[in-house]
């Protein structure tokens, strides 16, 4: 009996350390809220990251006293620990925004992570020498939150001139939409748009993403038929693909009906020259809300991520905890495309 018992550990061990899952950084949260900074004193969550110049560079999502959304940066030169950060936002709505709120005012029928309206869980992708920066508008209870999309170049990115372009919604009118991410590569010469995970993979190409109108690309809200399993219920996708030698990875935020109100981190594999095509998913969560800080937050049972960068073999993977705070996670490339493959 005892050896049995001794086998069946063993083997169990064996069968836990061969599955490869997310390793949080060991100083989570890596960005906090700031006092002293009234525009993200009360959360900053869901950071973009791309990596310029041997640097991982993060816009990330704040909220201070007005109950507004605004964007910060930092940056880090192992993509680990904050080296710099900014002390105003970098990008955030202009003088015809709705008249801010004050933080502990009665809800209105529509909040957003905690936020009465702004510019919310940016997401960054460089095609050729323009950064373009997709992300969520929401003008409050006047409309449902929809997709914007705005571009930097390089150069003014890189010396920290703040030059956007103007900021133009994307998705169709009257209808709720996030999660639009830009491939980081063109297609036949066009950009390609990857707008809905549900579980289908929608993609959509365009000539010209300065010139997308709000009915360019209609994404259809609908679930294909999915087996049983912890991503029953799929939310969209995370940072935008990243090309890799297998095809292009995705990180998703996906929810089990059995499991409610947990978002979790998923990874599927998706065909180089036909993003629609999945070629492999692990049948796992990379990731899951269990430590401290991705429960005790504005929301409980949250790790949303917005961005992730290669660097070497590792992935190293951002996202926001409870809606509260910036954190960070890594695991190595190689040996999870061994895995989604051998999926």
Same mark, same amino acid.
């Given at each position: 009996?005892e050896q049995r018992l001794a086998r069946c550990c063993s083997d169990f061990r064996r069968t836990a350390a061969d599955v490869p899952r997310l390793r949080r950084?060991?100083?989570?949260?890596?960005?906090?809220?700031?006092?002293?900074?009234?525009? #993200?004193?009360?959360?900053?969550?869901?950071?973009?990251?791309?990596?310029?110049?041997?640097?991982?560079?993060?816009?990330?999502?704040?909220?201070?006293?007005?109950?507004?959304?605004?964007?910060?940066?930092?940056?880090?030169?192992?993509?680990?620990?904050?080296?710099?950060?900014?002390?105003?936002?970098?990008?955030?709505?202009?003088? #015809?925004?709705?008249?801010?709120?004050?933080?502990?005012?009665?809800?209105?029928?529509?909040?957003?992570?905690?936020?009465?309206?702004?510019?919310?869980?940016?997401?960054?992708?460089?095609?050729?020498?323009?950064?373009?920066?997709?992300?969520?508008?929401?003008?409050?209870?006047?409309?449902?939150?929809?997709?914007?999309?705005?571009?930097?170049?390089?150069?003014?990115?890189?010396?920290?001139?703040?030059?956007?372009?103007?900021?133009?919604?994307?998705?169709?009118?009257?209808?709720?939409?996030?999660?639009?991410?830009?491939?980081?590569?063109?297609?036949?010469?066009?950009?390609?748009?990857?707008?809905?995970?549900?579980?289908?993979?929608?993609?959509?190409?365009?000539?010209?993403?300065?010139?997308?109108r709000p009915n360019d690309i209609r994404s259809r809200h609908f679930d294909c038929a999915r087996p049983p399993g912890w991503d029953n219920w799929m939310r969209?996708?995370?940072?935008?693909?990243?090309?890799?030698?297998?095809?292009?990875?995705?990180?998703?935020?996906?929810?089990?009906?059995?499991?409610?109100?947990?978002?979790?981190?998923?990874?599927?594999?998706?065909?180089?020259?036909?993003?629609?095509?999945?070629?492999?998913?692990?049948?796992?969560?990379?990731? #899951?809300?269990?430590?401290?800080?991705?429960?005790?937050?504005?929301?409980?049972?949250?790790?949303?991520?917005?961005?992730?960068?290669?660097?070497?073999?590792?992935?190293?993977?951002?996202?926001?905890?409870?809606?509260?705070?910036?954190?960070?996670?890594?695991?190595?490339?190689?040996?999870?495309?061994?895995?989604?493959?051998?999926?």
């Amino acid at each position: 009996m005892e050896q049995r018992l001794a086998r069946c550990c063993s083997d169990f061990r064996r069968t836990a350390a061969d599955v490869p899952r997310l390793r949080r950084f060991g100083n989570n949260p890596i960005l906090v809220p700031r006092a002293d900074h009234d525009w #993200e004193s009360h959360y900053v969550f869901n950071a973009a990251a791309i990596r310029l110049d041997g640097q991982v560079h993060l816009v990330y999502r704040a909220i201070g006293n007005d109950g507004m959304s605004r964007l910060g940066y930092a940056v880090s030169r192992d993509g680990i620990h904050v080296d710099e950060r900014s002390d105003t936002p970098v990008y955030q709505f202009g003088p #015809e925004a709705m008249p801010p709120r004050r933080i502990g005012e009665a809800l209105p029928p529509l909040a957003s992570g905690g936020s009465w309206h702004g510019c919310e869980d940016p997401r960054l992708t460089q095609v050729g020498d323009r950064i373009y920066m997709t992300y969520t508008d929401f003008g409050g209870w006047e409309s449902p939150p929809a997709v914007a999309i705005t571009s930097i170049a390089v150069d003014d990115f890189l010396a920290r001139r703040w030059h956007w372009q103007p900021a133009r919604i994307i998705s169709p009118p009257g209808e709720v939409h996030k999660n639009w991410v830009v491939f980081p590569a063109l297609f036949n010469g066009r950009y390609a748009v990857l707008h809905s995970l549900k579980p289908c993979v929608q993609v959509d190409y365009v000539d010209s993403l300065d010139d997308l109108r709000p009915n360019d690309i209609r994404s259809r809200h609908f679930d294909c038929a999915r087996p049983p399993g912890w991503d029953n219920w799929m939310r969209g996708v995370g940072a935008p693909p990243l090309e890799t030698p297998a095809g292009w990875l995705v990180i998703y935020h996906a929810m089990d009906r059995g499991d409610p109100d947990r978002y979790k981190l998923g990874v599927m594999l998706l065909d180089r020259d036909d993003p629609t095509r999945i070629l492999a998913r692990l049948p796992y969560p990379l990731l #899951e809300p269990n430590a401290r800080y991705e429960n005790d937050g504005f929301k409980v049972g949250v790790v949303y991520n917005c961005g992730a960068v290669l660097s070497g073999d590792e992935l190293l993977v951002y996202y926001g905890g409870a809606d509260a705070v910036v954190c960070g996670a890594s695991i190595s490339l190689s040996r999870l495309l061994e895995k989604l493959q051998a999926a």
